[in-house]
T-cell receptor, first 111, second 111 residues
Framework: GESVGLHLPTLSVQEGDNSIINCAYS??????FIWYKQESGKGPQFIIDIRSNMDKRQGQRVTVLLNKTVKHLSLQIAATQPGDSAVYFC??????????FGTGTRLQVFP | DTAVSQTPKYLVTQMGNDKSIKCEQN?????MYWYKQDSKKFLKIMFS???????INETVPNRFSPKSPDKAHLNLHINSLELGDSAVYFC??????????FGPGTRLTVT
């Protein structure tokens, strides 16, 4: 399930299950959205992006959904694996080079 | 083969000192950034340079001064270090309107 602790929200899932990580963005003018994965001790790594003229985009085992009406973004990971354990960030960009990051969600995968 | 590299990876120093972090990218990108990640994992943009020209300068103290000798390098110099400067600093680069590619980070600890 999903929980909010003292620090990052944490999503715990069993290996093989699907994961859904949610993000609410702030700027209705944002037109480009990105999901990043950050493993311990490393920099954020690009997973998938979507532009505001789309509402769904699929990659390998990942799908991003965009709902502009409620300013909501989600990342779906199919058949979650231990290697998916990391902190996931959504990020939004309006018509500038400034990328605004969300607070992050920690995904824990247990066997 | 490293796309975005930063040195040093770890930096431990005392309050009041001046230190620099170096960043280089070999991706041919025109835009480079500095981001700061605090202890709660919150990522915030500090600066953005496009072709050696400062584009974004967030509300960062004057003690922080970025320098871009050429479009492949963006260094960060910090004067009179304070305890609150302790964080992980990420360099990133991107081509126009694309997602930034992040370096491995520099963990700065001020004692």
């Amino acid at each position: 399930g999903e929980s909010v602790g003292l620090h990052l929200p944490t999503l715990s899932v069993q290996e093989g299950d699907n994961s859904i990580i949610n993000c609410a963005y702030s700027n209705s003018a944002s037109d480009y959205f990105i999901w990043y994965k950050q493993e311990s001790g490393k920099g954020p790594q690009f997973i998938i992006d979507i532009r505001s003229n789309m509402d769904k985009r699929q990659g390998q085992r990942v799908t991003v959904l965009l709902n502009k009406t409620v300013k909501h973004l989600s990342l779906q990971i199919a058949a979650t694996q231990p290697g998916d354990s990391a902190v996931y960030f959504c990020a939004e960009k309006a018509n500038t080079d400034k990328l605004i990051f969300g607070t992050g969600t920690r995904l824990q995968v247990f066997p | 083969d490293t796309a975005v590299s930063q040195t040093p990876k770890y930096l431990v120093t005392q309050m009041g000192n001046d230190k620099s972090i170096k960043c280089e990218q070999n991706l041919g990108h025109d835009t480079m950034y500095w981001y700061k990640q605090d202890s709660k994992k919150f990522l915030k943009i500090m600066f953005s340079y496009n072709n050696k020209e400062l584009i974004i300068n967030e509300t960062v103290p004057n003690r922080f001064s970025p320098k871009s000798p050429d479009k492949a390098h963006l260094n960060l110099h910090i004067n009179s270090l304070e305890l609150g400067d302790s964080a992980v600093y990420f360099c990133a680069s991107s081509s126009q309107r694309a997602s930034p590619y992040f370096g491995p980070g520099t963990r700065l600890t001020v004692t």
